[in-house]
């Protein structure tokens, strides 16, 4: 089946996780990306633990339906050779701290000396401008300056970090997205571009209203644990075998919510018939619906909120969305085997097109595995791979 | 300065949040971005606290560059409309509950009759097949059943939701990217088509590594507060006036890092020396940092890490964020003015475009302020737009 990205050439010399988040959204959809790997040790991600066989673990999940071939871009030869592979491709892609490809010589202005249409993204934690342009980050920095690290956590606790890397992955993301709008542009006009994505402004956007509100309203936003400031019950709650979110955002749910916890005698009560009320006195009915949801399972508070038509959501480990039922039908979980690591499993595809399904084809490529493949279509013959390898060049 | 998706024209059904994050992409980019509102109340975020001038301050927040018309797509007549205008349109997307455009009569082999190359996106809790395709959810029931919400938080305390609402706005940016994805396809062959995306499968396919690494080695991820397992240090530590992130990553970093916080006596000692070492004496090294640290303002520590060219990051509050120079310098905080609203800002554009940036130009459209624009052009004339009000299908 044709993917969308089909005959899209990436050179992705991205490396570690929010790069490969974001070429990994153009390999799925078809797009042929290929891993400008340094000779020695590959991507860090390669090294980071915990192993398996003596191979990072962490690598092989971020890198599936890309190839990789080895090169050196501390050599001029190394360089000379990444400027034949980009005459031959759609699109740069780059990770490193700001103003690093400048120095390397490989910036912007040098790709498109050799490759007029060329689209060059570069991503890094705080942009290619500004007083940060050249700090290195990592996304905790990110979600730090971005204010959503300040707004994640208990009121009466410390700030905290998002627990999957969110700075990376959404910096990733909009870099991902921001490739494809500049190749609707160059359908249209024949014109490549240069893309400036950093983690902390991909953040700052996705910090809801809260800069809105504040400036409307001069309240500064707070931590609020699992609450919401507009609606009550929106909340964790205990479980017998772990924890569930429950929740109500539409007035007319409290009727049926209240039935389902089996409150049906609060459902009039003033402190509690309506959302405001609701809100007001939250630290009073919180522990009305605990003491409900903690005398039953996830499964049976499940069935409970299914069969009244309740938002319900398990509060699921790792371990359980891998199986959960919904997350299996949606195929986001996916079988995969390669040599370096045997069997293990991956996250699947998030954007499911009718008629141009992604999909994950291929395993993580080892270092330099498609050498051969793609040094030859530029007319450098095996031999000289050998020799290049050689001198380290490969 | 010509934008990137001119002459896209994208009919807008989604409400709250989830979707006008993703229309919000294509409308900083250029394309027309028509919101569909009901005739009463018009989008729900219109109406969410908290209120500034009787107005929800959540609204405009969401909706800058696009046009709003009033329509009731409970009448007959409101759906005939809908699908003249689908026929002038490129794009179509919609954030209902999963199934809801089938029973509305208006699902996407229907807008496909009207108009054969559409592109349909549809973004829901959790997708449109499997079990909970018909459950409604907010943000933070998609991080439950995603694993991010388990995985976030202190480890001796309770998980913890991200502050701001990662389910929904990442389940938008995964549909603007899967819409110009399509776009991209129908380019090359004329065919349009149907995307589904759930808020919860965007979340699972982020969480990094953690499906790849729990089933390669068995071991259930963990909440992790604000460290890390392949790092340390890598932290929030307190300051006089606030909290900041201080990290090392890379092993060169800890003779400048030891330097730069006073604790040049400990670079060679054995229970530091090596990431390893640091890792397992974490509960050691912390407080001899963190005692450096609190007797510092955030601007004397900044100062001192970006001198030893060390990763720093304050923890910045919202109404911090919008005063930090990195942040304006990216043009990440956007001055905006409007009658309903008066002066306040809003998020920028985080992707940067270099030949077509991407802007903010025009505030959040009132209910139906577009309206005599926007019908005049499908045959609708002013006279009949007044009769549809009175009839209430506008």
């Given at each position: 089946m044709m993917k969308a990205l089909e005959g899209i050439r990436v050179i992705d010399l991205t490396t570690a996780f929010s790069g490969p988040v974001a070429t990994m959204q153009l390999a799925d959809h078809g797009a042929e990306v290929i891993k400008i790997e340094n000779n020695k040790t590959g991507d860090p991600s390669r090294t980071w633990t915990p192993f398996v066989?003596?191979?990072?673990?962490?690598?092989p999940t971020m890198n599936r339906n890309k190839k990789s071939i080895?090169?050196?871009?501390?050599?001029?030869?190394?360089?000379?050779?990444?400027?034949?592979?980009?005459k031959t491709a759609d699109v740069v892609v780059e990770n490193y701290k700001g103003g690093t490809m400048e120095k390397m010589g490989l910036g912007y202005e040098v790709m498109k000396s050799v490759k007029p249409d060329i689209i060059m993204a570069s991503l890094c934690g705080y942009g290619q401008t500004g007083p940060y342009k050249n700090q290195g980050a990592y996304s905790n920095l990110a979600e730090a300056m971005a204010g959503t690290l300040y707004l994640t956590g208990f009121p009466d606790g410390m700030p905290c970090g998002s627990g999957v890397a969110f700075g990376d992955s959404v910096g990733g993301v909009f870099t991902a997205l921001g490739i494809l709008t500049a190749l609707i542009h160059r359908n249209k006009t024949g014109e490549g571009q240069y893309i400036d994505v950093s983690m902390t402004d991909s953040l700052v956007h996705l910090s809801e209203c809260f800069i809105g509100i504040y400036t409307l309203t001069g309240e500064e936003p707070k931590r609020m644990g699992n609450r919401d400031a507009a609606a009550f019950p929106y909340d964790l709650f205990e479980a017998k075998d772990g924890y569930c979110i429950l929740s109500i955002t539409n007035v007319n749910d409290w009727t049926p919510f209240a039935k389902a916890v089996g409150l049906e005698h609060l459902i009039d009560d003033l402190r509690f018939d309506t959302n405001k009320h609701r809100i007001e006195n939250q630290n009073e009915l919180f522990p009305l619906i605990n003491e409900w949801s903690k005398q039953r399972t996830r499964a049976e508070i499940e069935k409970i909120?299914?069969?009244a038509g309740q938002a319900y959501s398990?509060?699921?480990?790792?371990?359980?969305?891998?199986?959960?039922?919904?997350?299996?039908?949606?195929?986001?979980?996916?079988d995969m085997e390669d040599p370096d690591y045997g069997k293990y499993k991956i996250q699947g595809v998030p954007v499911k097109l009718s008629l141009t399904p992604g999909s994950v084809d291929t395993p993580a490529p080892s270092i330099g595995q498609h050498n051969e493949e793609i040094y030859t279509q530029i007319g450098i013959t095996p031999e000289q791979i050998a020799g290049y390898k050689e001198q380290g060049v490969m």
């Open positions: 066989n003596g191979k990072g673990a962490w690598y080895s090169l050196n871009l501390r050599t001029d030869e190394g360089k000379r050779i990444l400027l034949e592979l980009v909120f299914m069969e398990p509060v699921l480990k790792i371990s359980e969305v891998i199986e959960n039922e919904q997350v299996k039908a949606r195929d986001m979980i996916i």
